[in-house]
């Protein structure tokens, strides 16, 4: 099997983490992951935007709680850092160009060790007052819609590889 496949293959949701941050060299090689993803026409529209600290990280979470209608929303699983990957509103392509991005990422900290989850909950919610606020505060632009995040950390707990494919794959 390949390198490449193995990563794939092996690569799981983590849902619990440790305190314990990435270095800023693991950092740098999942951001360059992202940055080398394909994106329609080369676009590369894309912000990459990592959040890391707690205030900063409550402070986002309580404006999702409030977008979301839920008073017990998970501080994104207790990961150290969260990468949100946002994109210009109008750029009707968005959703797609971070979604490969996104992958890249979750691949690239699978490699390194870390463990990694897709968080969907800003997806819709960018205009919410409340989320936009804190996104201002935390430097995406006016004019950009955040899609999927990549909660990213240790984990602390063991993730079982388990994984039944329902995917249909047809040879015609
Ligand atoms: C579009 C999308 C949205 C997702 N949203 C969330 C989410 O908000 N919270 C979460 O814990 N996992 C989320 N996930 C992760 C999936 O639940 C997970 O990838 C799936 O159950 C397969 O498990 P695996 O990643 O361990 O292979 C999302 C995945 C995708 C692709």
């Known amino acids: 099997m390949s390198e490449v496949l193995n990563n794939i293959k092996t690569r799981r949701s983590v849902r619990n983490f440790k ?49 979301i209608g839920v008073t017990n929303y998970h501080r994104f699983y207790n990961a150290p850092t969260l990468i949100i990957v946002s994109t210009p509103r109008e750029y009707e392509l968005g959703a797609f160009d971070s979604s490969v991005a996104l992958e890249n990422i979750f691949l690239e900290a699978h490699e390194l060790g870390i463990g990694s989850v897709w968080i969907n ?8 007052p409340e989320v936009r606020k804190v996104l201002q505060l935390l430097k995406v632009p006016d004019n950009h819609v955040a899609w999927g995040s990549a909660a990213l950390g240790f984990a602390s707990v063991v993730v079982t590889n388990d994984r039944e494919n329902k995917g249909v794959v047809v040879y015609a």
């Open 19 to 67: 305190e314990e941050q990435l270095t800023g060299e693991q950092l740098d090689h999942i951001i360059t992951a992202g940055l080398y993803a394909p994106s329609s026409c080369n676009n590369q529209y894309w912000q990459f935007t990592v959040v890391q600290g707690v205030e900063k990280l409550e402070l986002l979470q309580s404006a999702i709680s409030k977008a």
């Open 121 to 128: 909950q800003l997806i819709g919610n960018s205009d919410h």
